[in-house]
């Protein structure tokens, strides 16, 4: 399994911003997608932003206009940078990576960052 290793959450004011960095153990040229997912208490955890390892993009909707996911190749990280931050994107921000068909598709989850946003 890929471990992955979150930093960036913390707190902001509505309408500010915050960026979240995941470290992959591994070459992410090995990963076939990598990403964030979020949850918030007492609620399902969500998908947020996924970047397959073809570039493609998996936004949700709540988000598409105001967070971007980017990847650094070189340095085995993705990014989730998040802009006009509002009070219900407050929630635990999970790194997500799940690898190809020679490494059965497995899944990795980072440890979390915790994400205020006060109004």
């Known amino acids: 399994q890929v471990q992955l290793v979150e930093s960036g959450g913390g707190l902001a004011q509505a309408g500010g911003s915050l960026r979240l960095s995941c470290v992959a153990s591994e070459s992410i040229f090995n990963i076939n ?3 964030w997912y979020r949850q918030a ?3 399902q955890r ?3 932003a996924v970047i397959s390892r073809a570039g493609s993009l998996d936004i949700a909707e709540s988000v598409k206009d105001r967070f971007a996911i980017s990847r650094d190749m070189a340095k085995n990280t ?4 998040m802009n006009n931050l509002k009070p219900e994107d407050t929630a635990v921000y999970y790194c997500y990576a799940k ?5 059965g598709w497995a899944e990795s989850w980072g440890q979390g960052t915790q994400v205020t946003v006060s109004s």
């Open 99 to 103: 690898q190809g068909p020679l490494y």
């Open 33 to 35: 997608a990598m990403g």
């Open 46 to 48: 969500e998908l947020v």
């Open 78 to 81: 993705a990014y989730l940078q």
């Open 41 to 43: 208490p007492g609620k």
